[in-house]
């Protein structure tokens, strides 16, 4: 199975400037094979591919010389795929929630180029870009295996990271216990059938960081110097927000998989739930879609049984216990 493996890396001030050249030559592909689309039908990837070549050789398009072509080649694949789910979104063949039209690329949001075999390697512990130079992530934990691929991340709050895509193998690790049922919550995050709980990080004080940050933004002119580094400042809180979720819900992901062979969660109306006026900015900070996709990719790693029950189903701590 794949698993992407994320590393932060600082790069220098020449190579933000390769790096920022690269991205808006990305955005500029992936924008305009998208109003292409859209002015008529999807015409796929091969009539793309050979349009992108030849705007290259316009005037207008010309410096799309200057960066490696495996990312431009990469954003066009990216938007067949986009196209696909949705596609597949609006037949049926695609389960889960609902995807929408691909949508254009903006400046302020985070970005993103992604690099294959041919426009990357690693040696010794750097890694080349083609294009970009020698740079240098903070490797937290080793690869498992050689990876496939490398994206180039640069976040909100201008962020550098290299995310690789490797195989892993399954892990083989006794269960010691038959199931557990999970009941999610706000304020407690999970009520387990065992009778453990588990309280849900406080983000009170960040979220009231962001709201006074952007009352000042609504204030400051657009455009402004100011406005941008305000604009920074929230996205490094919400950053904060982000890992800290993050952090919290892998932790306990991983704890709850590892002793248990099956897992029984709910299958919770979160869009429903999301239109309390009172209740759904702190829904939306829990992250519960994004703990059951976690639970669910990790039951795959360790080979355990993952069960979704309906939402109206009685959900008690009773039921739990003898679901099986």
Known sequence: ????????????????????????????????????????????????????????KTEEREWLK????VPLQQSLRHLEVAYKNFFDSCSGKRKGRKVCQPRFKKKTNSQSAEFTKAG???????????????????????????????????????????????????VNVKAENQSIGIDLGIKTFAF???????????????????RKL?????????????????????????NQIADTRKDFLHKLSTKIVSKNQAIILEDLNVSGMMKNR?????????GWYEFRTLCEA??????RDFIVISRWEPTSQNFLNNWF
């Open 192 to 210: 387990m059938s065992n009778g453990e709980k588990a309280e849900s990080p406080s983000y009170k004080e960040l979220d009231r960081k962001i």
């Open 120 to 170: 990357f390697s690693l040696k010794n512990e750097t890694v080349y870009l083609a294009k970009i130079g020698i740079v240098k992530p903070i490797w937290s934990r080793d690869l498992p295996s050689d990876p496939s691929s490398v994206k180039v991340l640069k976040d909100c709050a201008n962020r550098y990271f290299l995310s690789f895509v490797v195989e892993v193998k399954p």
């Open 66 to 69: 200057d960066v490696s072509s």
């Open 214 to 238: 952007q009352k000042k933004l609504a204030r400051q002119q657009k455009d402004s110097n100011r406005r941008k580094e305000t604009r920074i400042q929230i996205a490094k809180l919400h």
């Open 1 to 56: 199975m794949k698993a992407r493996y994320q590393y932060r890396f600082y790069p220098t001030s020449q190579q933000q400037q390769s790096l920022a050249q690269l991205f808006g030559c990305c955005r500029v592909v992936w924008n305009d094979a998208l109003a292409l689309s859209k002015s008529s039908k999807y015409p796929g990837y091969n009539i793309l591919a050979k349009a992108l070549t030849l705007s290259k």
């Open 298 to 303: 990790k039951c795959d790693k360790y080979n």
């Open 278 to 286: 009172k209740l759904s900015r702190a829904i939306s900070q829990q």
